[in-house]
């Protein structure tokens, strides 16, 4: 794809149409230097998600619903589990 340049008014409350190819779709803007902006279209993760993108956190959640599908399930010793989870064993 061909580089292509626009001009564009940023109106005096601050804001700029990119046009309604962009419209709904999430964007970064990155300033690398004074006067020039950086716009990138793209699929952003919400920071209470980010953990999972740090380390191996998303393969151990991976591996752990993996671990709970596969597993039996046991429901004769409730009691006991919350007797480990509040301390009061």
Do not use: C
């Amino acid at each position: 794809m061909a580089l292509r340049a626009e001009v564009k008014y940023v109106g005096d409350n601050g804001q700029i149409s990119l046009g309604k190819e962009y419209a709904g779709k999430q964007v970064q803007i990155m300033k690398s230097a004074e006067g020039t902006i950086t716009i990138k279209t793209g699929n952003f993760i919400p920071d209470s998600e980010r953990w999972l993108h740090h380390g191996d956190n998303l393969k151990k959640l991976r591996e752990a619903v993996t671990w709970a599908e596969n597993s039996p399930r046991n429901s004769d010793n409730f009691e006991e589990i919350m007797k480990k989870l509040s301390g009061n064993e």
